[in-house]
């Protein structure tokens, strides 16, 4: 009997399209607007991880629709005009509550694991090697997030039945994720409300750091959280007297309690490293992380044959190793720079385009003129050490011309005057005798070490700032 009411519960209510919603409504979003979660190395395809943050994310707007959805179909019996009929059957109200609310559930939970079944595709079918385990509580609490939602609109239509309550609960909820959306600007995303109050969105926020994962403590707290709301929900929806009514709060705000409790109350115990993915996996001096470990055959070769090269230019100061950069930084931040070792950053542009060749030529420029804003755009600073980088390299390999390292747009001025400039310095400097010309690389180098940005001066014969 059950069954067969909730069949017809997910075949003629407004369940599915709540489904439909979360499902069409992620996918939109994350395939027709060309966002950052389509580049670098956390894009939503590329690690398992990602995915399930960039899923999380879409919870923004998501939730609340899930919300508004829910409401619509606790005004069902009001609209009828069935609550006085239903309250004098002999069916307990919790049994009568629970179909309509199954069948959402069912509907959102199938709609939100179609969209990480999707992802998880995505991500299987891409040259990742690394399975962690650690996504599947970011995608469960995010079902039990729209679970939760949707029941709990259920049950405030029920005691509020008005046409404004599911577009007024929606709203609500909406600019309640915007207010607590969290930002990733720095190393650790951070918001505008205080970090435990932020933790009580559903939502996420974009992944910047390919390492960068939730803690257990922001699981347990979240799932502590929507459990006391769906647990109000559900009490709103059966209450059938005022006192019932009144009482039906308590989960909720028992559960926000012992959540805040629990959550961290610092964004650097929030998005944690994942020490398993950030592991270093080695093949003679040159290594990667494990969340990257299916680059490492193509980089070994072309990394032992820089470093080669490093040591014929720079003899016994020549760094030994290439190591994959695991360092948290903000995304304009200077990294750390050392003398001994060539920092490989999957997120610079030059390298992550890098193929064959061209990948010993990005090596080799990053350990004679290493650069400070790997991630920063190709302008102003970072053009110039990408300038001073494709001169260095040129060099290095002994070449007769000047090969930039990245293909630039011809009819850009400021990038056509820039390379114009950069060929003045590279004629400049290989008139010079061989070794002026290898003082100027040294000071070019320890410019670039001490990130004074004077590499491209030094090379033209000047003093670095």
């Not at 970072?382 to 390292?405: F, H, M």
Request: hydrophobic content about 50%; glycine content about 8%; charged content about 20%.
């Amino acid at each position: 009997m059950n069954g067969r009411v909730l069949r017809t519960e997910l075949k003629r209510s407004a369940a599915p399209w709540a489904g439909v919603t979360v499902l069409g409504g992620a996918l939109a979003f994350l395939c027709l607007i060309d966002g950052s979660w389509w580049r670098g190395t956390t894009r939503w395809t590329a690690q398992w991880t990602s995915m399930a943050l960039l899923t999380r994310t879409t919870l923004a707007y998501l939730w609340p629709l899930a919300v508004g959805i829910g409401a619509l179909q606790g005004l069902r019996d009001s609209r009828s005009r069935m609550t006085e009929l239903l309250a004098t059957a002999p069916r307990p109200a919790w049994r009568r509550a629970a179909l309509p609310a199954g069948a959402t559930a069912i509907a959102l939970v199938s709609g939100f694991g179609l969209l990480v079944l999707w992802g998880g595709g995505q991500v299987a079918l891409g040259d990742t090697t690394y399975t962690p385990v650690t996504w599947l509580p970011i995608a469960l609490v995010g079902a039990l997030a729209l679970v939760a939602g949707a029941v709990f609109g259920m049950g405030v239509a029920r005691a509020l039945p008005s046409a404004l309550t599911p577009p007024a609960l929606a709203v609500i909820c909406l600019l309640a994720t915007v207010l607590l959306q969290q930002h990733s600007d720095e190393e650790r995303p951070s918001g505008l409300a205080p970090n435990r109050l932020s933790q009580l969105s559903p939502a996420t926020a974009e992944a910047r750091e390919m390492l960068l994962t939730l803690s257990g403590a922001v699981h347990l707290g979240q799932t502590l959280w929507f459990l006391g709301l769906l647990a109000t929900g559900f009490a709103l929806l059966v209450a059938a007297t005022r006192r019932a009514r009144l009482l039906a709060p308590v989960p909720a705000l028992a559960g926000a309690a012992l959540a805040l409790l629990v959550l961290p109350a610092a964004p650097r115990d929030t998005y944690v490293v994942d020490r398993a993915a950030a592991a270093p996996v080695c093949d003679g001096p040159v290594c990667v992380t494990e969340a990257h470990r299916s680059r490492l055959p193509e980089l070994a070769p072309h990394g032992r044959e820089a470093l080669r090269l490093l040591h014929g230019v720079l003899g016994d100061e020549a760094p030994d190793t290439v190591r994959e950069e695991t360092a948290l930084r903000a995304i304009t931040a200077e990294r750390e720079l050392s003398a001994d070792v060539v920092l490989a950053d999957f997120d610079d542009p030059v390298l992550a385009g890098a193929r064959g060749e061209g990948l010993t030529r990005a090596l080799l420029a990053q350990g004679l003129v290493p650069n400070c804003s790997a991630r920063s755009p190709r302008e102003s600073g970072g053009r110039t050490e990408l300038v001073a980088q494709s001169i260095a390299a040129s060099w290095a390999l002994g070449e007769r011309d000047l090969t930039p390292l990245e293909r630039y747009d011809a009819d850009d001025p400021y990038a056509g005057q820039a390379w114009k400039e950069a060929e003045a310095v590279w004629d400049r400097l290989t008139a010079l005798p061989p070794a002026e010309q290898r003082s100027r690389i040294t000071e070019a180098r320890a410019a670039a070490l001490s990130c004074d940005y004077g590499q491209l001066e030094a090379l033209n014969g000047g003093t670095s700032r």
